[in-house]
């Protein structure tokens, strides 16, 4: 998957490699380091980010033709989706279920993670197994959300967004359906691809089976399960939902025309305009939940100030489909240094033939950045939730919360 995703990222360069221009008009975003309490998949995601962008930053001072930038922009991308997606992505929720992960990297940009101990239950392996596409969903929403704030953000990201972003399609569409090809289907849980890992997990569930065989890839998997089947046809689905997103598609026609070919630094991709700074743009987003897959419709209303965000959503449990929604506002400018990022969610969780969770969900944050001069500022996040799973969050009940500090220079 991860050869697939730089075959992308080299695609995208020789269709940048049209035209010439010289990085220009140097904006650039504060730099996140902090922490979340795990799964840390969000201040995690910034983390990477602030890597990304620091790299690409040095990179263009040396070599400021921005029709090479796509070279090396997705160059690094590639190689941090893949720390995402194993330190935390399955590495995040692997400690949050204190199950001690570790990881192995290639120069290929692949990436493995193991744990010192067994999953006790089949809950967290399901949960660990979407973990990566999880957590790479997580970041790319963070990234498309700064986009479509006030003048933008810095195009270098969106080569991050665009491989994070592919990686939950990707994955899903190049595991082997169980139905046609048992065989190959078996040869992908066996060497490590976790959307198998995911939908065998889930079989394991509903047929009371051993976590420790199934992670050891000693499970014997049952084809006469028709779940089985009905849950790869949704995660299929899924897959093609996540792609046609046309916020990500909007932002990747930005990314060429205003920072390749024109060499801006900072991107705002293009939306549909009401006149008065404000316009419209939407976006699909899928996560693999604990028993079921969802689907996101994202829309995003523009304003001179905040971003405006809402969503409804559909949770297919391949026997029972419920609807959520949520709403949003992002980076409210409270005065010149210091903005406030508030979101609230609830969900009604399907029956299930895997029997985790039941009733009403629901989850609501909070995050507040303050500059305290035009170099150093602190960010703060806080939330809580009920019981189950929603994207970038704990499954336990309780409070959540981060912290980190923001360098701008």
């Avoid at 066996?190 to 509903?206: E, F, K, M, V």
């Avoid at 790869?232 to 920072?259: E, K």
Wanted: aromatic residues 12%.
């Amino acid at each position: 998957m991860r050869k697939a995703l730089v075959l992308f990222g080299v695609g995208m360069l020789l269709a940048g490699a049209a035209e010439s221009a010289s990085l220009t008009n140097r904006v650039f975003d504060a730099y996140f380091l902090g922490f979340e309490t795990d799964p840390a998949m969000d201040a995690g995601g910034a983390d990477v980010t602030s890597v990304h962008s620091l790299l690409c930053r040095g990179v263009s001072r040396y070599v400021p033709l921005s029709y090479v930038a796509p070279a090396y922009e997705f160059f690094f991308a590639g190689g941090l989706s893949t720390v995402q997606h194993e330190v935390f992505g399955h590495g995040s929720r692997g400690r949050e279920f204190n199950l001690d992960p570790e990881y192995a990297f290639g120069i290929d940009f692949s990436g493995g993670t193991g744990l010192d101990r067994d999953p006790e239950t089949m809950e967290q392996l399901i949960m660990i197994a979407a973990g990566g596409t999880e957590s790479d969903t997580i970041l790319a929403n963070r990234i498309l959300k700064d986009l479509y704030v006030g003048d933008g953000t810095d195009g270098s990201k969106i080569p991050l967004m665009a491989l994070t972003k592919l990686d939950f399609s990707l994955y899903c569409l190049i595991t082997r359906d169980p139905e046609d090809s048992r065989e190959d289907f078996v040869d992908d849980y066996t060497n490590g691809n976790d959307i198998a890992y995911w939908l065998i997990s889930r079989q394991a569930q509903r047929q009371n089976g051993d976590p420790s065989a199934v992670w050891d890839n000693e499970y014997a998997v049952d084809f006469s399960d028709s779940l089985l089947g009905d849950n790869y046809d949704d995660v299929r689905a899924a897959a093609i939902w996540n792609l046609v997103d046309p916020a990500a598609l909007a932002a990747m026609y930005g990314y060429f025309v205003d920072h390749v070919f024109r060499g801006q630094t900072q991107v705002r991709p293009p939306v549909l305009p009401f006149g008065g700074g404000f316009g419209l743009t939407a976006g699909t987003r899928a996560f693999l939940g604990a028993s079921e897959v969802t689907r996101f419709l994202d829309l995003y209303l523009v304003t001179p100030g905040p971003l405006v965000n809402a969503y409804v959503r559909d949770l297919d449990s391949s026997v029972d489909r419920t609807l959520g929604a949520g709403a949003g506002l992002y980076r409210i400018p409270l005065n010149a240094r210091v903005s406030l990022s508030v979101q609230g969610d609830f969900w009604e969780v399907p029956d299930s033939a895997e029997k985790l969770y039941e009733g009403t969900g629901w989850n609501a944050c909070g995050e507040l950045s303050v500059m305290f001069n035009e170099t150093v500022g602190l960010s703060g996040k806080l939330g809580g939730k009920s019981e189950g799973f929603f994207p970038g969050t704990p499954m336990a009940e309780g409070v959540y919360g981060g912290a980190g500090v923001l360098v701008a220079f």
